[in-house]
C-alpha cells in the first residue's frame, strides 16, 4: 500500500517538475525570439532600405570616358552600396519582355536612355542625404536627371521608427509577463510543500536550511528551462538565417552570444528569486493560514 502511493507521490512529483521545466522553457524561448527580433530589427529595416534605387539617366552625348569615371566614382561612393550599368539597348530589351512586344519596331528608334542604378548603404537612406546626393549628381552636365522614389523614402523612415518603437514597448511588456509566468510556476511548487516547509520549521530548522533545498532544487529546473529554450532557440535562428541569408543573422556572433548567456542567467536568477520569496511567505505565514 505504502509503495503505491509513494509511486503516486512520485508521479505527481515529476509531473509537477516537468510542467515547471516546460513553462520556464516556453517562456524563455519566446522572450528570448523577442530577443531576437529587437537585436535584429534595425538589420531587416537596412535590408529593405538597400533594396531603394537611385537612377542615374544619362544624355546621349554623354562620352564614354564621363560615364566610365561616373562608375567608379560611384562604386568608391561612401554612400553606394552597389551600382549596376544599364545601356540603353539592354533596357530596351527587359522593358520588351515585360510587354510582350518589341516596342522599337513601332516607334522606328529606342527612345530609352543609358543609366546607372545606385542602391545606397542604409545609413545614407533619409530624405535629406538622398536630395543632396541626387542634386550633386544632376549638376554634372552629361547627367539628364536622378529618380528614385522619394515618397517610399518617407514612408519606409517613418514606419521603421513606429516598428522600432512598438517592438521596444512589447519586448518590455512581454519580459514582465515573463517574469510573472516563471514566478507563479515556481510559486504553486512551492504551494504544494508548504506543509513540509512548516513542519521543517517547527522541529527546529533555520529559513535558510528550509530555503536551500528548494532554490537548489528551483535553479537545476531553471537550468534545465533555460537549456531547452536554447536549443530552441538556436534551432529557429537555423532555419531563419538559412531562409534568409541576406539578412546575416549570425554575422554578430558576440551580439548573438550575450543574448543566449542573457536567456540562461534570466533563467537561473527569475527560478532563484521567485523561490526565494514564496519560500519566504510560507516561512512567515501561521499554521492555520496554510490552508488558506
Same mark, same amino acid.
Given at each position: 500500500?505504502?509503495t503505491?502511493?509513494?509511486?503516486?507521490?512520485r508521479?505527481?512529483?515529476i509531473?509537477s517538475?516537468?510542467s515547471v521545466?516546460?513553462?520556464?522553457?516556453?517562456?524563455?524561448?519566446?522572450?528570448g525570439?523577442?530577443?531576437?527580433?529587437?537585436?535584429?530589427?534595425?538589420?531587416?529595416?537596412?535590408?529593405?532600405?538597400?533594396?531603394?534605387?537611385?537612377?542615374v539617366?544619362?544624355?546621349?552625348?554623354?562620352k564614354?570616358?564621363?560615364?566610365?569615371?561616373?562608375?567608379?566614382?560611384?562604386?568608391m561612393?561612401?554612400y553606394?552600396?552597389?551600382s549596376?550599368?544599364v545601356?540603353k539597348e539592354?533596357?530596351?530589351?527587359?522593358?520588351?519582355?515585360e510587354i510582350?512586344?518589341?516596342?522599337?519596331?513601332?516607334?522606328?528608334?529606342n527612345? *530609352?536612355?543609358n543609366?546607372? !542604378? &545606385?542602391f545606397?548603404? %542604409?545609413?545614407?537612406v533619409s #530624405?535629406?542625404? +538622398?536630395?543632396?546626393?541626387?542634386a550633386d549628381?544632376?549638376?554634372?552636365?552629361?547627367?539628364d536627371?536622378v529618380?528614385?522614389?522619394?515618397?517610399?523614402?518617407?514612408l519606409?523612415?517613418?514606419n521603421?521608427?513606429?516598428?522600432?518603437?512598438?517592438v521596444?514597448?512589447?519586448?518590455?511588456?512581454?519580459?514582465f509577463?515573463?517574469?510573472?509566468?516563471?514566478?507563479?510556476s515556481i510559486?504553486?511548487s512551492v504551494?504544494?510543500k508548504?506543509?513540509?516547509?512548516?513542519?521543517?520549521?517547527m522541529?527546529g530548522?533555520?529559513?535558510?536550511?528550509?530555503?536551500?533545498?528548494?532554490?537548489?532544487?528551483?535553479?537545476?529546473?531553471?537550468?534545465?528551462?533555460?537549456?531547452?529554450?536554447?536549443?530552441?532557440?538556436?534551432?529557429?535562428?537555423?532555419?531563419?538565417n538559412?531562409?534568409?541569408?541576406? *539578412?546575416?543573422?549570425?554575422? !554578430? &556572433?558576440?551580439?548573438l %552570444?550575450?543574448?543566449?548567456i #542573457?536567456?540562461? +542567467?534570466?533563467g537561473i536568477?527569475?527560478?532563484?528569486?521567485?523561490?526565494?520569496?514564496?519560500?519566504?511567505?510560507?516561512?512567515?505565514?501561521?499554521?492555520?493560514?496554510?490552508?488558506?
Amino acid at each position: 500500500m505504502s509503495t503505491s502511493f509513494e509511486k503516486y507521490q512520485r508521479r505527481r512529483l515529476i509531473s509537477s517538475y516537468f510542467s515547471v521545466v516546460i513553462s520556464i522553457a516556453l517562456v524563455l524561448f519566446l522572450l528570448g525570439m523577442l530577443g531576437l527580433l529587437v537585436l535584429n530589427t534595425k538589420k531587416v529595416a537596412d535590408h529593405f532600405k538597400e533594396q531603394i534605387a537611385l537612377t542615374v539617366y544619362l544624355k546621349d552625348t554623354a562620352k564614354e570616358v564621363e560615364i566610365e569615371q561616373l562608375k567608379k566614382s560611384l562604386a568608391m561612393a561612401d554612400y553606394t552600396k552597389s551600382s549596376t550599368y544599364v545601356s540603353k539597348e539592354e533596357a530596351a530589351e527587359a522593358h520588351s519582355k515585360e510587354i510582350g512586344e518589341d516596342f522599337m519596331e513601332f516607334l522606328g528608334y529606342n527612345p *530609352l536612355q543609358n543609366s546607372i !542604378d &545606385v542602391f545606397m548603404n %542604409a545609413d545614407f537612406v533619409s #530624405g535629406e542625404q +538622398v536630395d543632396e546626393i541626387a542634386a550633386d549628381l544632376t549638376s554634372k552636365n552629361f547627367v539628364d536627371e536622378v529618380v528614385y522614389d522619394k515618397p517610399l523614402i518617407a514612408l519606409l523612415n517613418e514606419n521603421v521608427k513606429k516598428i522600432s518603437l512598438w517592438v521596444l514597448i512589447a519586448s518590455g511588456i512581454f519580459t514582465f509577463i515573463a517574469v510573472l509566468l516563471i514566478n507563479s510556476s515556481i510559486r504553486l511548487s512551492v504551494y504544494s510543500k508548504r506543509f513540509i516547509i512548516k513542519t521543517m520549521q517547527m522541529v527546529g530548522a533555520t529559513k535558510g536550511f528550509i530555503r536551500r533545498p528548494f532554490i537548489w532544487q528551483s535553479v537545476k529546473l531553471g537550468i534545465i528551462g533555460a537549456a531547452i529554450a536554447l536549443i530552441g532557440m538556436a534551432g529557429a535562428l537555423y532555419y531563419l538565417n538559412s531562409s534568409f541569408p541576406e *539578412l546575416s543573422l549570425t554575422s !554578430d &556572433v558576440k551580439l548573438l %552570444a550575450a543574448l543566449f548567456i #542573457g536567456v540562461f +542567467v534570466m533563467g537561473i536568477l527569475i527560478t532563484w528569486l521567485s523561490t526565494f520569496f514564496a519560500t519566504s511567505r510560507f516561512l512567515n505565514l501561521k499554521t492555520d493560514e496554510l490552508y488558506y
